[in-house]
């Protein structure tokens, strides 16, 4: 299969450009090969508004790096207009990667003022580190007790960068190198992310009843530490790499101790790291279908659940993600059903924003488990996924902004349109 040979053949693809880390990258590493593209690629993204990145909220933290990477440019100007508007309103900012963080360090960059607290920024960069942290740490500065997985700081090439203090030959410089060459200039805020890519790969895959080869069966037992799993170089372990990585190991007949999961576990619930600023019903969603059962999870699963029928989640900003994710654990929730079914847009599709083949697949997934007849709704979303053709697909989950894993996505898409034929037959 082209999607799971790629894994092997190209680590770097699978993840789109971040506007927020290659503005990082323009501001503070201007040194590295393909800088001019890097501003090339910044200024082809602006939006006629001004701003950067996602809609709404989403548009801060990439509006904030992109405009100061773009200093005294006249596109960094529109864009500082932009920041204005946004931090006039009453903005609920996404549960990003360390946005609590990010906004008011950038914000203090560019002298502008924000209703966030500085002083647990200020309080961080006077002390040693998280471990959790070092993916962020272009906002702190090189620091004694980062250390590097060859030569990558946390899967980051931000952190990278600024660590490395200059273009210093070595591991460290050739990793970045290797991205920025590999995206033409701009690069996505974390990778390569091997473990996150393959674990998700084969749970799609498998779940839906198709197969995937036994090698990948292999690369993610070899990724097992004491803690458990990390989804990629640097990075610490966490739950959800670690519950999904188990999951795909028991989905394809191999499967480990749950042991390393159990560390993570708090009352009722999984946290992703140690001191969690907002638990992931996603991560806690893949805890249990690695588990196989656990009532108070499950419990607390439920209670998560929106009036509406759907789930939010930290790590995706559309609820289709979560919703799929937790009526998979549960094996069906009539209720994210019939939310599923009032939600569906003219054209067959499904999605937040707009109608998109990512958020169709989740969809058609949740109707999947349903004991009704809703086969007219799933003919009408595989149709639209069919006629997706090779648009691209917008940037929907959470690291530091947005962005899209596209071969898991491509993953999701082969696994609901395998299942769309099931449930029509």
């Not at 963080?101 to 002390?127: C, K, N, Q, S």
């Not at 001191?275 to 999870?297: F, I, M, V």
Request: hydrophobic residues 40%; contains cysteine; proline residues 9%.
């Amino acid at each position: 299969m082209d999607l799971l040979a790629e894994l092997t053949d190209d680590p770097w693809s699978g993840i789109t450009p971040s506007v927020y880390e290659t503005g990082r990258l323009v501001a503070l590493a201007p040194w590295l090969t393909g800088h001019e593209a890097r501003v090339r690629f910044l200024l082809d993204s602006q939006h006629p508004d001004g701003t950067w990145g996602g809609p709404g909220e989403y548009a801060l933290v990439p509006t904030l790096s992109a405009v100061d990477a773009l200093q005294g440019h006249p596109a960094a100007r529109r864009g500082l207009q932009a920041l204005r508007r946004l931090l006039s309103l009453p903005l609920k900012l996404p549960d990003t990667v360390a946005v609590e963080l990010i906004v008011p360090a950038l914000a203090e960059r560019l002298g502008l003022r924000t209703p966030l607290d500085p002083r647990p920024l200020h309080a961080l960069r006077r002390r040693p580190l998280p471990e959790k942290l070092w993916h962020t740490l272009e906002i702190f500065g090189p620091r004694p007790e980062v250390t590097s997985v060859g030569g990558i700081v946390a899967a980051s090439p931000a952190a990278t960068a600024v660590q490395l203090r200059g273009p210093r030959p070595g591991p460290g410089l050739d990793y970045l190198e290797a991205v920025q060459r590999r995206h033409r200039g701009p690069v996505p805020a974390g990778v390569p992310v091997p473990l996150f890519e393959r674990s998700w790969i084969i749970v799609a895959l498998k779940s839906a009843g198709l197969d995937v080869p036994d090698p990948m069966v292999e690369q993610i037992k070899a990724a097992f530490g004491r803690e458990g799993a990390a989804g990629g170089p640097g990075l610490p372990a966490d739950a959800d790499d670690t519950a999904t990585a188990l999951h795909a190991l028991a989905l394809c007949d191999s499967p480990r101790s749950a042991e390393a999961l159990l560390r993570y576990r708090e009352a009722r619930h999984f946290a992703c790291f140690p001191h969690e600023r907002t638990p992931s019903t996603s991560t806690n969603a893949h805890a249990l279908q690695a588990l196989g059962h656990d009532r108070q999870l499950e419990e607390w699963l439920r209670d998560m659940q929106e009036p509406e029928g759907f789930w939010r989640d930290k790590w995706h900003a559309s609820p289709y993600y979560a919703t799929a994710c937790v009526t998979n654990a549960l094996r069906g929730d009539e209720k994210a059903v019939d939310w599923v079914l009032r939600t569906q847009r003219h054209d067959g599709s499904w999605g937040r924003w707009e109608g998109t083949y990512e958020e169709t697949a989740y969809a058609i997934r949740i109707l999947s488990h349903s004991h009704r007849d809703v086969s007219k709704a799933v003919t009408r979303g595989a149709k639209f996924m069919q006629h997706w053709g090779d648009r691209e697909h917008p940037p929907l989950w959470h690291d530091k902004d947005l962005y899209t894993p596209t071969r898991i996505v491509r993953a999701e898409g082969m696994a609901a349109l395998h299942l769309a034929c099931v449930v029509c037959r």
